[in-house]
């Protein structure tokens, strides 16, 4: 059971915007950054959002990030086919002392 | 640029000691706020952090594998070195160490792992 909840799945249909939810508590979103990567099938994790809506050089900026409160979301607009990976939010928790991952989200474009 | 790269056994039995390296380059581990994680992916599920370690040698481990946990680091070859005893069968999955980015800046965390190892997979089992 993860600290941060996401749904297991989302898809969409090529050129469609989805958003992939984070929920936290006050311990960790609710008072420290989120930070969003992507991985792809037996690959590593990649950052894709970090400091809740800052994008790495190189992401596109069809990639954006956003926070209010204890929840947290990625949104990817103009969706592709190569968008479809597994994605990961995460935090640092006070009550952890270290950083804390959501269940993943795997996105399916269909 | 910065590349990390996991080394160590496929697989250990039960009750065995796990060793694993991360070499690294690109950064230094002797200088202020540098940082290097380590991160578990069991397959198919999730990631978990297992620990850091700092420039300083401080270290900090995840309350789930804390008493079974060591990190150590030789800053001259540029290396961190996990060391995980009494592995079981749930420790199976995929090892990576990660450069930590960002910091604690006015009571807020914001930290982040950029980049990663390729990770290295371990299997537990007799």
């Known amino acids: 059971q993860s600290v941060l909840s996401q749904p297991p799945s989302v898809s969409g249909t090529p050129g469609q915007r989805v958003t992939i939810s984070c929920s936290g508590s006050?311990?960790?979103?609710?008072?420290?950054?989120v930070n969003w990567y992507q991985q792809f099938p037996g690959m590593a994790p990649k950052v894709l959002i970090y400091?809740?809506?800052q994008r790495p050089s190189g992401v596109p900026d069809r990639f954006s990030g956003s926070k209010s409160g204890t929840s947290a979301s990625l949104a990817i607009s103009g969706l592709q086919s190569e968008d479809e990976a597994d994605y990961y939010c995460?935090?640092?928790?006070?009550?952890?002392?270290?950083?804390?991952f959501g269940g993943g989200t795997k996105l399916t474009v269909l | 640029q910065i590349t990390l790269k996991e080394s160590g056994p496929t697989m250990v039995k039960p009750t065995q000691t796990l060793t694993l390296t991360c070499t690294f380059s690109g950064f230094s581990l002797s200088n202020s706020g540098v940082a290097v994680g380590w991160i578990r992916q069991p397959p198919g599920k999730a990631l978990e952090w297992l620990g850091t370690?700092?420039?300083?040698?401080?270290?900090r481990y995840s309350p789930s594998v804390k008493t079974r946990l060591t990190f150590t680091k030789d800053t001259s070859k540029n290396q961190v070195v996990l060391r995980m005893t009494n592995m079981d069968p749930m420790d199976t999955g995929t090892y990576f160490c990660?450069?930590?980015?960002?910091?604690?800046?006015?009571?807020?965390?914001?930290?982040?792992?950029?980049?990663w190892g390729q990770g290295t997979l371990v299997t537990v089992s007799s």
């Open positions: 370690i700092f420039w300083d040698g401080d270290t």
């Open positions: 400091t809740n809506s």
């Open positions: 006050t311990s960790n979103i609710g008072s420290n950054a």
């Open positions: 995460a935090a640092w928790d006070d009550d952890l002392r270290g950083p804390v």
């Open positions: 990660a450069h930590r980015r960002g910091g604690y800046t006015s009571g807020y965390y914001e930290t982040w792992f950029d980049p």
